[in-house]
Nanobody
Framework: QVQLVEFGGGLVQAGGSLRLSCAAS????????MAWFRQAPGREREFVAA????????NYADFVQGRFTISRDNAENTVDLEMNNLKTEDTAVYYC????????????WGQGTQVTVSS
């Protein structure tokens, strides 16, 4: 099936930037919709951004649009999340997810990478 591994989490000051990467295995990576979700302590997991296989069309949650950019490299089987102007409320575990064509939900998830934004 699909395996996802996130990289790039860490500690950053408010206003700083981080780039998260997700390495995917599977022969059909380029056909999958890829997404980033996040989950802060005591909160439900929430959608951050998604990118489709076709032409790299992307969607963003309202609260991150303008600060974060999702991208993918199908040749390298990676999807990235560039996060700029980070806020303390962005502190969360960030998860990479994949939605296989023909499915409604995101079936495959990475283990998560911690992002901590300090003031």
């Amino acid at each position: 099936q699909v395996q996802l591994v996130e990289f790039g989490g860490g500690l950053v000051q408010a206003g700083g930037s981080l780039r998260l990467s997700c390495a995917a295995s599977g022969r059909a990576f380029s056909e999958n919709t890829m997404a980033w979700f996040r989950q802060a302590p005591g909160r439900e997991r929430e959608f951050v951004a998604a990118i489709r296989w076709s032409r790299g069309g992307a969607n963003y949650a309202d609260f991150v649009q303008g600060r974060f950019t999702i991208s993918r490299d199908n040749a390298e089987n990676t999807v990235d999340l560039e996060m700029n102007n980070l806020k303390t409320e962005d502190t969360a575990v960030y998860y990479c997810a994949a939605k296989v064509p023909g499915r409604i939900v995101y079936d495959y998830w990475g283990q998560g990478t911690q992002v901590t934004v300090s003031s």
